[in-house]
């Protein structure tokens, strides 16, 4: 089971910049807890995510010295990728490919098929690498901008994915519209037609509905769980405040119930939920 605790959704869209110290500070605590992954970073264009700008800055100063935990760091173009490769450090380069035409062109100025070339030139620099490439299916269960949408158009989507050598999908419920049943479907049957996948949960929520969420992608097969603590950020898609990550104490609390053994370390992680706290100006 994998948890990836994602600290760059849940600041990238706070408007005051979140000091590069303070940053280095809780991903070196979150660092100590025993995440999978961490998604820490991106490197777009400052205009574009100014809280990110610092993203170079910040991964030179992690410590990596006694920890498993890997890194991933969100690109949208080849430049990003480039920049992004240039540090050792990174494992795992994370790029947002839209069903939704229209969110898409919003989310990185670029139609569909001018995203799936930037992955494909993407993914030829990771191979060189030795890194991976992760694919974020946005709009994954549905879109609020009337754009064509199906369970088989997503399926469609993963088939063009597989097809290029990429082997970590994650799919991204962004608005939060997704039922249990949805994630039942989807998650069941992609892993029984993709068993060489690695097919991850980035389901944004309300607080209320995220544990049934939680138990119908683990019931369906999800070993690869994406959260954000306290539930911080989410996509203001939405268009409601209340639709956040999925907080990941509601991760761990739900998985644990199946899972008692995580390998993660309970104190670091209180410890780095103190720490959010005046982070994110609780």
């Known amino acids: 089971m994998k948890i990836i605790e994602c600290p760059r959704d849940a600041m990238q869209g706070i408007k005051h910049f979140i000091p590069t110290s303070d940053k280095v500070k809780y991903l070196n605590q979150l660092l100590k807890v025993g995440f999978d992954t961490l998604d820490f970073g991106s490197f777009v264009s400052p205009k574009a995510i100014p809280q990110m700008k610092d993203t170079a800055e910040v991964v030179e100063q992690l410590d990596l010295s006694q920890t498993n935990t890997k890194l991933l760091a969100i690109v949208a173009n080849k430049r990003g990728a480039e920049t992004a490769l240039g540090f050792d450090q990174i494992d ?6 839209s069903i939704s035409e229209t969110f898409q062109k919003r989310n990185t100025n670029k139609t569909i098929k001018e995203a799936i070339t930037v992955i494909g030139e993407i993914q030829d620099l990771v191979i060189k690498r030795n890194k991976e490439t992760v694919i974020y299916i946005s709009m994954g269960f549905g ?16 088939d063009l994915i597989y097809a290029m050598g990429i082997n970590i999908i994650s799919l991204s419920d962004t608005i939060g519209i997704a039922t249990p049943d949805d994630i039942d479907y989807l998650f069941k049957n992609l892993l029984a037609q993709y068993p060489e996948i690695e097919f991850g949960a980035h389901l944004h929520s309300r607080p209320e509905s995220s ?3 939680i138990k119908a992608a683990q019931q ?3 070993r690869r769980f994406d959260g954000a603590i306290n539930g911080f950020g989410g996509c203001p898609m939405a268009d409601d405040e209340l639709v956040g990550n999925m907080a990941t104490e509601t991760i761990i609390s739900e998985l644990r119930k199946q899972n008692p053994n995580m390998g993660l370390k309970i104190d670091e992680f209180d410890k780095s939920m103190s720490l959010a706290a005046p982070i994110f100006g609780l």
Do not use: H, I, T, W
């Open 143 to 158: 879109n609020p901008y009337g754009d064509p949408y199906s369970l088989e158009m997503v399926a469609d989507f993963v």
């Open 211 to 213: 544990r049934d969420k």
């Open 220 to 222: 369906a097969g999800c």
């Open 92 to 97: 795992y380069l994370g790029f947002p490919l």
